[in-house]
């Protein structure tokens, strides 16, 4: 009788623990560690009991029967709760629970339609890239902006519309986006109707479980083609009519401030060397930079010519880092810029006046100083600056 208990209780524990894994899709390893030392402990008694030395085999017996005993109640208990919990969810909460998925799926639904839709109502175009980057998909407006007929490309695919200049610099810059830098920017060529167009290319990557992606938005900048442009932006800075007003103010203050007057003197050469559309992407982006270096303020940088502007410097410390820069020929000054796989450095003469709170000049005597001190600088083939005064 006892032997036949054994038998039964450990089929019984055997059939438990492959129910319990087949039905709920996992198996427990302190499950799976029980059962291998019951049997394993039977084995022992049944077959090798001369290994036993420290017991008798029938007390030992009589003990395997209650721990048997034990285990079955063990395994049929964490069994039955399993049963259990899931007999609850259907009796009570099922109804609760099918109204809860069907607000998810209305929320998720909307969320679907509002991005289609908001698409829908950009300029730029998207771009979604593969996780491995192997791949991506292009929105309509993409495929409009590029005059590409499909929406799903390979990346080698992709990089064929391109300026073979251009590619590698895209390639890098893509690749290069990571969780400590998300976002990048670059502006690279692509064939349109058989002409090469500037477009530039705003991404940033995001991570979801275990993959990164990268999306971006794709917007031309061929002032004919699209007039929204950051050129655009550019020719829209304040001129020199804007910058006498601001300086009728600025007096007002009796407030020490400089002007600083840049022309960017090799502009015309790169004009020349690679075409007008990369000469004023790179004043874009050397104003841009100036503007974060020194201007951050509204109305403090202004266009007097195509290559010609004046910053206007409130900060004493501003003015110090620019002095310096000047002094040294640094990078903050003479900007070595990338526009697709065109890179070139970009340098100004300088020309700087001081305004101090008791000086009697004229606003138009000012501005007529900041020209003389820029054609000092133009003049002076030892120092592109010259500071008005010393």
Do not use: C
Not at 146 to 160: A, P, S, V
Not at 161 to 169: I, K, N, P
């Amino acid at each position: 009788m006892n032997e036949l208990f054994i038998y039964i209780s450990l089929g019984l524990v055997t059939l438990l623990f492959l129910f319990s894994s087949i039905i709920y899709k996992k198996t427990r390893i302190w499950k799976l560690l029980l059962v291998i030392i019951t049997l394993a402990v039977y084995g022992v008694i049944q077959f090798f009991p001369n290994l036993i030395t420290f017991i008798d085999l029938e007390p030992l017996t009589e003990y395997y029967t209650y721990f048997l005993y034990f285990m079955l109640v063990i395994l049929a208990v964490t069994f039955k709760n399993k049963i259990k919990i899931t007999q609850n969810l259907t009796d009570y909460d099922f109804f609760e629970l099918e109204k809860e998925l069907e607000n998810v799926k209305d929320v998720s639904d909307l969320l679907r339609l509002r991005f289609i839709n908001t698409i829908g109502l950009l300029n730029e175009g998207l771009i979604f890239y593969n996780p491995d980057l192997q791949g991506l998909f292009i929105t309509e407006q993409t495929a409009e902006i590029l005059n590409i007929k499909e929406n799903d490309l390979t990346m080698e695919t992709y990089q064929t519309y391109m300026h073979e200049e251009d590619r590698s610099q895209y390639l890098q810059t893509v690749k290069g986006a990571n969780k400590k830098h998300p976002s990048y920017e670059i502006k690279y060529r692509v064939l349109r109707n058989k002409t090469y167009v500037w477009v530039v290319e705003k991404g940033r990557l995001f991570s979801h479980g275990k993959n990164d992606y990268v999306v971006s938005t794709v917007k031309g900048i061929d002032l004919k083609l699209f007039p929204e442009t950051m050129i655009h932006e550019l020719d829209t800075l304040p001129d020199e009519n804007q910058l006498t007003q601001v300086l009728v103010q600025a007096r007002k203050e009796k407030e020490a401030f400089y002007m600083v007057v840049m022309h960017l003197t090799n502009i015309p050469d790169i004009n020349r060397r690679f075409g007008r559309d990369v000469g004023n992407l790179m004043i874009a982006e050397y104003i841009r930079k100036m503007r974060y270096h020194f201007a951050r303020d509204l109305n403090s940088i202004f266009r007097i010519t195509g290559i010609e502007f004046a910053l206007i410097i409130r900060e004493e410390q501003k003015y110090e880092v620019l002095k310096r820069a000047l002094l040294s020929g640094g990078d903050l000054i003479n900007l070595r810029l990338n526009i697709g796989g065109i890179q070139q450095i970009v340098y100004p003469n300088v020309g700087i006046v001081r305004h101090d709170p008791w000086s009697d000049y004229e606003v138009n005597d000012f501005i007529s100083l900041g020209h003389k001190a820029l054609e000092e600088a133009i003049r002076n083939n030892k120092k592109n600056y010259s500071i008005f005064g010393e």
